[in-house]
């Protein structure tokens, strides 16, 4: 997606050979805009797929999970990544480790959104380990819904999590692949600019 790319290119920070920080436009600061283009983007490849739910994780996924939603006409859906006060019972829960913080997670969504029969459309900011990939699909698997894809707006391909989700089967979208952050470098993947 050129938009995506431009906006890596002009405001990307490559903090080290693994990590990009893309504080300005999604990860602190959100520029609306370019969510808003995001999530048509989102909305025209899985449009054929007769989506119903939206789901994303807390907190950065929201942004670009919302706008997908609003073009698709559905809720959007955000697992929750710490106990909330007021919702305890009827919780589907599935455990996220995190290799970056050496940390589990558990990641819950009530019941009382996420149905048997739902179409479901993952949304994710990044695609590093794919843990978290992995742990939304489960949460849906436990409703008894049906995974109907994953979008994610930036992909690392020179990490594990793309291979690992596609070998779930699952056609997976990213609007931005990056091959490599060497040298201070965003080098996208080959024949992906589009
Ligand atoms: P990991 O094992 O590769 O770290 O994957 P994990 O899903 O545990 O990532 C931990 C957090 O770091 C996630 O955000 C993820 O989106 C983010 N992340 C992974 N790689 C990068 C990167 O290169 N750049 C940036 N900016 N973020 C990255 P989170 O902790 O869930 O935070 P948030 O969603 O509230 O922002
Ligand atoms: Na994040
Ligand atoms: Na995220």
């Known amino acids: 997606m050129k938009l995506l790319h431009k906006k890596i290119e002009q405001e990307g920070k490559v903090l080290s050979d693994t990590v990009l920080k893309v504080d300005s436009f999604l990860n602190h600061q959100v520029d609306p805009q370019l969510m ?34 609003m073009e698709l006409g559905t809720p959007l859906i955000f697992a929750r990544k710490k106990k909330s006060l007021t919702l305890s019972e009827g919780l589907l829960t599935a455990e996220v480790y995190s290799f970056t913080k050496q940390e589990t997670n558990t990641i819950s969504v009530s019941t ?15 695609l590093a380990n794919g843990q978290a ?55 996208f993947k080959k024949g992906a600019e589009v």
Not at 53 to 61: A, C, D, N
Not at 115 to 120: A, I, Q, S
């Open 36 to 69: 808003k283009a995001i999530g048509e983007e989102f909305a025209a490849r899985f449009r054929q797929e007769g989506i119903t739910k939206v789901l994303t994780i807390e907190s950065s996924g929201i942004a670009p999970g919302v706008m997908a939603a």
């Open 112 to 126: 009382q959104y996420l149905k048997e029969g739902d179409r479901v459309l993952l949304i994710d900011d990044f």
């Open 133 to 187: 990939a992995l742990g939304l699909i489960e949460l849906v698997k436990q409703a008894g819904a049906h995974v109907a894809g994953i979008g994610i707006v930036i992909e690392k391909s020179f990490q594990e999590g793309g291979k690992l989700v596609r070998e779930t089967g699952y056609r997976v979208e990213s609007l931005a692949e990056i091959e490599s952050l060497n040298d201070g470098q965003v080098t």
